[in-house]
């Protein structure tokens, strides 16, 4: 928790008396304590002193204590207020809560009353801070990203400001070898740029290789290059991708595609920290951080695909996973967001406005194809459309299966009555040909009722 050394306690009450017994109540060293007799002279302290807490009488000279509240909100946001009043005053009190008060006790006062206000006031603040704190990490980090790489990394679920916390730490971890999981199109590459753009090995190169797409014959001469005649057709001297990416981040992706005999290879040449090229017996060390991913689990890769343990324990000593979309929706409209902007600036259009259905919708759909198949989405959307605003029906929901899921019956996933109206219409409209009339029989309702509904749905015929 952020510790407040010195809370400063302002109490502002035109009787002397009453302000002299508060100041004794709270006396203690971590308080220093301010007094003021009038609204102005309160003002003036709070002007020259980080106030904390302001304690305000109802019944003031000059303005009244609700008056002083509201200025305090307005001028001085981060003071947090406590109000004094008689017994007789509670609708006073309930206007000073609604108003932004945090706490108050009554007159004549217990010390255990205003104890404890101020220890629920004081409460409040640490959390406060430690908020603001998290907040400001949080947009130091990705500003950072988007100075290093470009682009940013979006997202404000408690998922991917822990995934954010993750990068910034282990990219300072210079040789760590990273092992990032998740489904295709979670943003494993993207991560992985991230750790290296942040980390110390940002000016060298950033080498992304698919491990399921390396025929096994090339194998070693990708990996370790091999020298000029090593075999036929090696017309040149070739570098390898290790050697490649020295002083860098070499990024193997579906690495739970690599053959098993490769698998031997591999872990050798990343023990050793040296390789050969293919026709040559010269060792070329090499400082290469390896950040691998895969969209298989971990179990899964060692039991089924019989991968290797010992390479895998060799790649994972920092493994980090990226939830699917599905699971971190509050990322959805920010991601939306962001998208449009960007395929605006790509495409020179200015869509400034996107439905409230599309959110709607989209936080519904269960993005098998996480980001990319958002940011694919979208892109179509904002070629399609030819106004400033994107509507659902710019959007085209690309999968079939998760579609017929939600157009046959609920799910759990998927109990919203309008969607699964919507898909049932569609359906029937398909089936009949757009014929109105058959639909609506189809649908078991009127004409006019389906026509209605095609209305409000904005279902596209
Ligand atoms: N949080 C994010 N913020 C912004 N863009 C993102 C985010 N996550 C993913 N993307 C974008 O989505 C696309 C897919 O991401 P990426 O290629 O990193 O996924 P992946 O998990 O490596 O996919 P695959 O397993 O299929 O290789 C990229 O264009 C990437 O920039």
Known sequence: MVSISNLRILILDDEQLVRDELSEFLIDPNFKIFKAGSPSEAFNIMEVNDIHIAIVDVNLPEMSGLDVLEKIKEDFPEIEVIMISGYSEMDSVIHAMRLGALDFFTKPFRLSEVESA?????????????????????????????????????????????????????????????????????????????????????????????????????????????????????????????????????????????????????????????????????????????????????????????????????????????????????????????FVKYFNRVMGKNINEIDGAVIKRLLAYQFPGNVRELKNMVERAVIICDTNRLSLSHFQLSHPKEEQKKINFATDDNLDLELVEVDCIKKALERTNNNKSKAADLLNITWQSLDRRIKKYKIEM
Not at 141 to 157: C, L, P, R
Not at 167 to 180: G, M, P, Q
Not at 225 to 253: P, R, Y
């Open 118 to 338: 101020i220890e629920r006031t004081k409460k409040f603040i640490h959390l406060n801070k430690s908020l603001i704190e998290i907040k400001r990490n949080y947009s130091i980090i990705t500003k950072e990203f988007y100075e290093a790489m470009g682009y940013e990394i979006i997202g404000d679920s408690p998922q991917m400001r822990n995934l954010i916390n993750l990068i910034s730490k282990v990219a300072k971890a210079d040789n760590t070898s990273v092992l990032i999981t998740g489904e295709s199109g979670t943003g494993k590459e993207l991560v992985a740029r991230a750790i290296h753009y942040l980390s110390n090995r940002k000016d060298n190169c950033f080498y992304a290789v698919n491990c399921s797409a390396i025929p096994e014959s090339l194998f070693e001469s990708e990996f370790f290059g091999h020298t000029k005649g090593a075999f036929t057709g090696a017309s040149d001297t070739k570098t390898g991708w290790f050697e490649a990416a020295n002083d860098g981040t070499l990024f193997l992706d579906e690495i739970g595609d690599m053959q098993l005999n490769l698998q031997t290879k591999f872990l050798r040449v990343l023990e050793d920290r040296k390789i050969m090229k293919v026709g040559s017996n010269v060792e070329i060390p090499f400082d290469t951080r390896i950040i691998a991913a895969t969209n298989q689990n971990i179990e899964g890769l060692h039991s089924e695909k019989g991968f290797r343990l010992d390479l895998y324990h060799r790649i994972s000593s920092f493994v980090i996973h990226i939830d699917p979309l599905r699971e971190r929706k509050e990322d959805i409209p920010l991601l939306l967001d962001y």
